[in-house]
T-cell receptor, first 115, second 112 residues
Framework: NAGVTQTPKFQVLKTGQSMTLQCAQD?????MYWYRQDPGMGLRLIYY???????DKGEVPNGYNVSRLNKREFSLRLESAAPSQTSVYFC??????????????FGSGTRLTVV | GENVEQHPSTLSVQEGDSAVIKCTYS??????FPWYKQELGKRPQLIID?????GEKKDQRIAVTLNKTAKHFSLHITETQPEDSAVYFC???????????FGSGTRLQVQP
């Protein structure tokens, strides 16, 4: 039982390049989330998916797109990377949306640097 | 959306002392308040949570208190140990977005 698996763990991109961050969970959770973590700013919500087939914008969605491929997988895409997207990205999942039941389980994070 | 403020941003205590971290939130309809601990280079991990139908919850050396009228909640760690050193985040369930909004974090250092 791996929990939430994120790939890659580290990535360096040049400005304008694109990439997809992958996230998969094996806990049969309905809801999945993408956050970014910057020093002194906590974790900010980029996008979330309350259930398979739905996605919604969070606090900082500009420059990102997401795909909920199936119940297990939720990917985050940067179409044209910018230095402002340098951050640590965390994927998370939870059993239910809106109730916090069971809390979030986080992946190990992706450290992304855009030069 | 929800607005969460967390204080202090850094906290240094002596081993064995107590530590208190406070958070305020804006949406009176919010009903779920977890706390996460993040060690350096690691993922955040849930340490305790509270729902709006209770005022206090304890788990060994940690406790959380909730004041819904004042819209604030606090994390209390007693008999602190060096392994408690980490960044602690409060969070609030945003009833509009149906996702957690996090505070900016408190770096706790426990001096041996």
């Amino acid at each position: 039982n791996a929990g939430v698996t994120q790939t890659p763990k580290f990535q360096v991109l040049k400005t304008g390049q694109s990439m997809t961050l992958q996230c998969a969970q094996d806990m049969n959770h309905n809801s999945m989330y993408w956050y970014r973590q910057d020093p002194g700013m906590g974790l900010r919500l980029i996008y979330y998916s309350a259930s398979e087939g739905t996605t919604d914008k969070g606090e900082v969605p500009n420059g990102y797109n997401v795909s909920r491929l199936n119940k297990r997988e939720f990917s985050l895409r940067l179409e044209s990377a910018a230095p402002s997207q340098t951050s640590v990205y965390f994927c998370a999942s939870s059993e239910q949306t809106g109730t916090g039941a069971g809390g979030y389980t986080f992946g190990s994070g992706t450290r992304l640097t855009v030069v | 959306g929800e607005n969460v403020e967390q204080h202090p941003s850094t906290l240094s205590v002596q081993e064995g002392d107590s530590a208190v971290i406070k958070c305020t939130y804006s949406d009176s309809a919010s009903n779920y308040f977890p706390w996460y601990k993040q060690e350096l280079g690691k993922r955040p991990q849930l340490i305790i949570d509270i729902r709006s139908n209770v005022g206090e919850k304890k788990d060994q050396r940690i406790a959380v208190t909730l004041n819904k009228t004042a819209k604030h909640f606090s994390l209390h760690i007693t008999e602190t140990q060096p392994e408690d050193s980490a960044v602690y985040f409060c969070a609030v369930m945003d009833t509009g977005r149906r996702a957690l909004t996090f505070g900016s974090g408190t770096r706790l250092q426990v001096q041996p």
